[in-house]
């Protein structure tokens, strides 16, 4: 069922999605008390797909070397912008609304940067406040599958917690520059129609 999810998400060209679906999957089947061999194996298999994924899109393969070897601005325009806001917002910010950014110069700052910009307008401050909400409901989730005795809700708890965290990492990993951009919105934060009401509709069912 796995394979046939992802490979759904893969006929669509999203290699973004494909990771964090692949983050869901590793979550579920972890919880669910599978073996470490099997578990590394399937690691192993899910890690050479994304390698082959990578190789057979120019486009993506532009995305890692941009990463790699960025050593002018207009290689890595995205990621070189958004250090920018974050190094400009320093310790208190410059204050709310007062990002320059975000102002033609940082692309899709209301969606997959919206951290960058936080950053800039808050400070440090506020993306440590970001980080300690993430905190906060990866820690109820595992509150959840803790004291559960059911297996589904355990499972599915599991799916939902490695959705939000994989996701939030992929996203914040892009904005400061430890992961390539890959284009995938920061959860309950970014701006979006879709990706906030399944979040809301995961987040209601926990609750």
Known sequence: VGVALVGLVLLGGDLGTTLVLLGVLAAMLWTSGISARLFGVALLAASVLAGV???VRRSRMERIDSWLNCTEVAQCWQ???SQFALADGGLGGLGLGASREKWGWLPERHNDFIFAIIGEELGIGGTLTILVLIYLIAFACHRIIMQSDDLFIRIATAGVMGWFVVQ????????????PVIGVPLPLVSDGGSALVTMLFALGMLA
């Open 53 to 55: 994924m990578v190789l």
């Open 79 to 81: 990621t070189s912008h």
């Open 168 to 179: 939030s990492v992929v996203n914040i990993g892009a904005v400061v520059g430890l992961l």
